[in-house]
């Protein structure tokens, strides 16, 4: 069993920080790419950020410069540290990996429940 959970979401106030884990658990050999992507009410969801094994990033165009994406291959945990959040940012974060399971050395693409972000005064 290979799970990806999520923490670190909440309301701001326009102008804070945030810090997002998404820690990935279970009978693991491997993970592959890890990214970050987040759903707004009536919107489909986009890719905000990503990272490789050998840590590549890629960002969308409306969060560079204000969030970093980062990872630790020994906790198996990627983070997204996101500063000057804007209302534009209220969304539920998802984190999805590509895993290498280590009991079939077959690799899957899990998602993590989500996390909210509310960004208001």
């Known amino acids: 069993q290979v799970q990806l959970v999520e923490s670190g979401g909440g309301l701001v106030q326009p102008g804070g920080s945030l810090k997002l884990s998404c820690a990935a658990s279970?009978?693991?050999?491997?993970?592959?790419?890890m990214d970050w992507y987040r759903q707004a009410p009536g919107k489909e969801r986009e890719l905000v950020a990503g990272i490789t094994s050998g840590g590549n990033t890629n960002y969308a165009d409306s969060v560079k410069g204000r969030f970093t994406i980062s990872r630790d291959n020994v906790k198996n945990t990627v983070y997204l540290h996101m500063n000057n959040l804007k209302p534009e940012d209220t969304a539920v974060y998802y984190c999805?990996?590509?895993?290498?399971?280590?009991?079939?050395?077959?690799?899957?693409?899990?998602w993590g429940q989500g996390t909210q972000v509310t960004v208001s005064s």
């Open positions: 999805k990996a590509e895993i290498v399971r280590g009991y079939d050395y077959k690799e899957w693409r899990y």
């Open positions: 279970g009978t693991i050999l491997s993970i592959n790419a």
